[in-house]
C-alpha cells in the first residue's frame, strides 16, 4: 500500500496488524497508509468494469420502481402539472450533484469513495458521517429490495399458497453469489445487461405512451392534452384552493427525491473502474440526457394518458409494490389493453432484483471505503483474489437476512417506515457531497489548479452548487411536512415524523461525535492535497491506455467493428 510519499506501499518496520496491535503500532500504520488509496493485492478492488459497464450502471441506477410506480401516487396527488415541474426540477439538483461528484472522481478516484472525497477536501468527521449514513441506508434498502420483489411475485402467486420467505431466500442467495463467486467483471457484465433490460423496457413504455396518447389503442381515443384541462394541471391536496395545489406540488418534490436516489452510485464505482478518468465523466454527461428522456418525457406522457382524478389510480396512494400501483398499467386498462399488467409485473421484478444486487455490491463498497479510509475497522479492508472485500461482502449479506421479516403480515409497514428511513439518509448524503465540492472547488481555486488541468469540470460552478444545497436542505427539512397538516381525521402521525427525520440527529450524532472524540478539524482550503496518491491513479491510467491502443490495433472481427461503431456510446 501507498506510503506518506504516495509511491511505494509498506507497512512500518515493527509494527502488527492494524487490527490487533498497540495503540501506538496503529498510529504508526495510520501515519504510513494513505487515507482512501489502496495497492496491496491483500487490500485492493480490480478494475474490473469496463467504460460500457459504468455507463449502463449509471443509467440503470436510475430507473426503478419509483418512476414505473411511484409516479401514480404522485399523479394522484398533485396531477400532471405538478409532476412534470417537480421531476424536471429535481432532475435538474442530481445532475449537479452527479457532475461536481464526477470532478472529485475523475480527478482522483479513490478506493474510499465518498467518504474519502469528503475526508480528504473538507472534514474527517464529514467523510465519517457520510460513509456510515451512506452505509446504513443501503443496509436497510437491500433487504427492502427483496422484501418488495417478494411481494411482486404474491400478484400471480398468493402468500397462502407459498411463503414469501422462501422467494426472499431465492433472490438472497442469488445475489451474494453474483457479488462473490463471479466477481467485479461478472458482476459489471450482469448489470449491464440488466440495465440494457430496463433502458429496453423504458422506451416501450414511452412508446406505448406516446400510441394511447395519439389515439393508437384499441378505443381509438386521443387524449392529448385534455387532462391537462379537465380535471386539471394541478390537484389540491388536504386543502382546497391554492394552497392545496401547492401542497400536492411539495408532495411530489419529495416523491421526485425518492425516485432519483441512486443516481449517485456511480461515483463508487470509481475504485473498481477502468480508466475512470474518461468513463465515469462520460457517465455524468450522459446523466443530464438520461434524466431528460427517460423522467420528463415520462413523466409528461403519464400525465396525458390518465386524469389526476381517474378511481382505477385510486389505490396507488396505498403502498404496493405490484403493477397495480403503476399509472402505465392504469393508462392500459383504461384504454382496453388487458394483458399488460402481467408484463408490467414482470418487469418490476427484474428492476427490483437487479436493484437488490446492486444495492448490495453499494453497501459492501462503501463500508470497504470506510475502512480504506481509516472510519472503520481495517479487517473490512481485506479482499481475495478476485479483489472482492469478502469481510465487508459478509456482513451486509447478513443484514440483508432482515428480509425475512417478510413472513409477518406486518411487514408492508415495517419496510413502509425503512423507506422512509432510507430517503433521508439519502438526501444528507447529496447534501454532504455537494458540501465536499464547494469546498473542494474553493480549493482548486485557490492552489491555482485550472479547469483545463481537470480531467472534467462540473458546469455549474459555485453558484449552482449552493443553489442545489439550498433545496436538498430544504427538500430534507420538509420531506414530512404533511406529518404536521391535519387530514383524513389525522392530527399528527407521530411514527411518521420519527421515521422521517430520525437520520437527521443520526446523522449529526455522527459528525460531531466524531469530532469530540478525534478531535479533527476541518481542512482549510490551502491545506487540500490534491497530489498525494495522484501519481499511482496516473501510473494505472497510462498503463491501461497503452494496452487498449495495442488491444485495438490488433482487433478483428467483431472486436474491430465494436471499437469502430459502438464503443463511442459508452
Known amino acids: 500500500m501507498p506510503d506518506a510519499d504516495g509511491i511505494h506501499a509498506r507497512r512500518v518496520p515493527g509494527a502488527s496488524d492494524p487490527e490487533t496491535g498497540s495503540l501506538r503500532e496503529k498510529d504508526s500504520y495510520r501515519d504510513a497508509h494513505i487515507r482512501g488509496i489502496e495497492t496491496s493485492p491483500e487490500t485492493s478492488l480490480h478494475r474490473g468494469l469496463k467504460a460500457r459497464h459504468i455507463t449502463m450502471i449509471a443509467i440503470g441506477g436510475a430507473l426503478g420502481t419509483g418512476l414505473i410506480i411511484g409516479t401514480g401516487k404522485a399523479l394522484a396527488q398533485a396531477g400532471p402539472g405538478s409532476l412534470l415541474i417537480s421531476y424536471t426540477f429535481v432532475g435538474c439538483l442530481v445532475f449537479m450533484i452527479m457532475a461536481g461528484l464526477g470532478e472529485m472522481a475523475a480527478w482522483l478516484p479513490l478506493s ?15 467523510g465519517f458521517a457520510l460513509g456510515w449514513t451512506y452505509w446504513l441506508k443501503y443496509i436497510i434498502v437491500t433487504p427492502n429490495q427483496l422484501t418488495a420483489a417478494s411481494l411482486v411475485i404474491q400478484f400471480w402467486v398468493p402468500r397462502d399458497r407459498v411463503n414469501p420467505g422462501v422467494f426472499v ?16 467483471r461478472f458482476f459489471g457484465e450482469f448489470e449491464f445487461w440488466l440495465s ?41 391536496l388536504y386543502q382546497k384552493g391554492s394552497l392545496g395545489k401547492f401542497i400536492g406540488f411539495w408532495s411530489v418534490m419529495v416523491n421526485a427525491t425518492f425516485a432519483y436516489l441512486g443516481t449517485e452510485l456511480v461515483g463508487v464505482t470509481a475504485a473498481e473502474a477502468q480508466n475512470p478518468r474518461r468513463s465515469i465523466p462520460k457517465a455524468v454527461k450522459l446523466t443530464f440526457y438520461r434524466i431528460l428522456f427517460f423522467y420528463c418525457l415520462s413523466v409528461l406522457l403519464v400525465g396525458m394518458i390518465v386524469p389526476y382524478n381517474s378511481k382505477d389510480l385510486a389505490f396507488a396512494n396505498k403502498k404496493d409494490a405490484s403493477a397495480s400501483a403503476s399509472p402505465f398499467v392504469v393508462a392500459a ?5 388487458q394483458v399488460l399488467p402481467h408484463i ?27 475502512a480504506s479510509d481509516l472510519a472503520a475497522p481495517a479487517i473490512f479492508r481485506k479482499t481475495d483474489s478476485r479483489g472482492v472485500p469478502y469481510p465487508s461482502l459478509f456482513l451486509c449479506t447478513a443484514f440483508a437476512c432482515l428480509s425475512f421479516m417478510v413472513v409477518s403480515d406486518d411487514s408492508k409497514v415495517i419496510f413502509g417506515y425503512f423507506v422512509n428511513l432510507t430517503t433521508i439518509f439519502g438526501i444528507l448524503s ?14 482548486r481555486r485557490l492552489q491555482n489548479l485550472p479547469d483545463s488541468a481537470m480531467p472534467y469540470v462540473a458546469p455549474q460552478g459555485l453558484v449552482g452548487t449552493y ?11 420538509t420531506k414530512n411536512f404533511n ?35 478525534t478531535k479533527s478539524r476541518a481542512v482549510k482550503p490551502h491545506e487540500v492535497d490534491f497530489y498525494m496518491g495522484k501519481d499511482v491513479i496516473d501510473q494505472e491510467e497510462t498503463e491501461f491506455l497503452e494496452h487498449k491502443a495495442e488491444k485495438t490495433a490488433n482487433a478483428t472481427g467483431w472486436a474491430k467493428f465494436y471499437n469502430r461503431y459502438i464503443s463511442w456510446l459508452f
Request: hydrophobic share 55%.
Open 333 to 337: 386498462v383504461l384504454a382496453g389493453i
Open 467 to 477: 443553489l442545489a444545497l439550498f433545496f436538498c436542505c430544504l427538500i430534507a427539512l
Open 483 to 517: 406529518v404536521f397538516v391535519h387530514h383524513d381525521g389525522i392530527t399528527f402521525d407521530y411514527k411518521e415524523f420519527i421515521t422521517g427525520y430520525l437520520g437527521i440527529p443520526i446523522y449529526l450524532a455522527l459528525i460531531f461525535g466524531h469530532m469530540i472524540i
Open 430 to 443: 447529496w447534501i454532504s457531497l455537494l458540501v465536499t465540492y464547494i469546498h473542494f472547488l474553493k480549493a
Open 196 to 236: 440494457s433490460f430496463k433502458v429496453l423496457v423504458i422506451v416501450g413504455i414511452i412508446l406505448f405512451s406516446l400510441i394511447i396518447a395519439c389515439g393508437g389503442g384499441p378505443t381509438h381515443d386521443a387524449p392529448g392534452f385534455r387532462y391537462w384541462n379537465d380535471p386539471g394541471a394541478f390537484a389540491p
Open 112 to 126: 474510499a469513495g465518498f467518504t474519502g472525497y469528503a475526508s480528504r477536501y473538507c472534514h474527517p468527521s464529514l
Open 344 to 370: 408490467i409485473n414482470a418487469c418490476i421484478l427484474v428492476f427490483v432484483f437487479s436493484a437488490a444486487n446492486s444495492d448490495l455490491y453499494i453497501a459492501s463498497r462503501t463500508l470497504y471505503g470506510l
Open 169 to 184: 431466500a431465492i433472490f438472497l442467495v442469488a445475489i451474494f453469489c453474483i457479488n462473490y463467486f463471479g466477481g467485479i
